[in-house]
T-cell receptor
Framework: KQEVTQIPAALSVPEGENLVLNCSFT??????LQWFRQDPGKGLTSLLL?????REQTSGRLNASLDKSSGRSTLYIAASQPGDSATYLC??????????FGGGTRVLVKP | ETGVTQSPTHLIKTRGQQVTLRCSSQ?????VSWYQQALGQGPQFIFQ???????GRGNFPPRFSGLQFPNYSSELNVNALELDDSALYLC???????????????FGSGTRLTVV
């Protein structure tokens, strides 16, 4: 059974600092890994999708890496802004046509 | 290109009642999945539909059922509501029978269900 863990559960940083969010998964037989952002009480916004054959994806200030063999992914957010405050979720796509989510990391960027 | 839309946005029901939640998938998508997200937790997979047939189900009891229509919109039905069913219900759409395998998912804004 696939299990996805995100550490830390919460993170507070001053504006301008780089953010590093970690995601680990137990079964390396994945199709892809997707990072989402969720604002309080809202739905999920897709940030980056990394296919299992890829090592990383980049979009603007965001960069996500994937190491299947070690079961890890890292989301980097450069030069954080107060608008980056949200919960960040990683999810693994695998057989069974479902995503398995981690519990999320709640981020607060202080002005 | 429209995204995934869900209705209603909020709903309050009494324990034992039945509820129907609705979802319109993103244009061009033929796969719809439903997830339940309890407060402070990650979403949990309920089931997935591809071309009107269920093709994947999570660890949820049979009182959670669904439908997908020819236009690929979908409904989630929950019978005999329990207090623990209170959660944010998310609909996600993708393309292809193995939606998770190729294109990732686009999520709607969710329906907040409160059972009292």
């Amino acid at each position: 059974k696939q299990e996805v863990t995100q550490i830390p559960a919460a993170l507070s940083v001053p504006e301008g600092e780089n953010l590093v969010l970690n995601c680990s998964f137990t079964d390396s037989a994945i199709y892809n890994l997707q990072w989402f952002r969720q604002d309080p009480g809202k739905g999920l916004t897709s940030l980056l999708l990394i296919q299992s054959s890829q090592r990383e994806q980049t979009s603007g200030r965001l960069n996500a890496s994937l190491d299947k063999s070690s079961g890890r992914s890292t989301l980097y957010i450069a030069a954080s802004q107060p608008g980056d405050s949200a919960t960040y979720l990683c999810a693994v796509g695998a057989a069974g046509n479902k995503l398995t989510f981690g519990g999320g990391t709640r981020v607060l960027v202080k002005p | 290109e429209t995204g995934v839309t869900q209705s209603p946005t909020h709903l309050i029901k009494t324990r034992g009642q039945q509820v129907t939640l609705r979802c319109s998938s993103q244009s061009g998508h033929n796969t719809v999945s439903w997830y339940q997200q309890a407060l402070g937790q990650g979403p949990q997979f309920i089931f997935q539909y591809y071309r009107e047939e269920e093709n994947g189900r999570g660890n949820f009891p049979p009182r959670f059922s669904g439908l997908q229509f020819p236009n690929y919109s979908s409904e989630l039905n929950v019978n005999a509501l329990e207090l623990d069913d209170s959660a944010l219900y998310l609909c996600a759409s993708s393309t292809g029978r193995l939606g998770a395998s190729n294109y990732g998912y686009t999520f709607g804004s969710g329906t907040r269900l409160t059972v009292v």
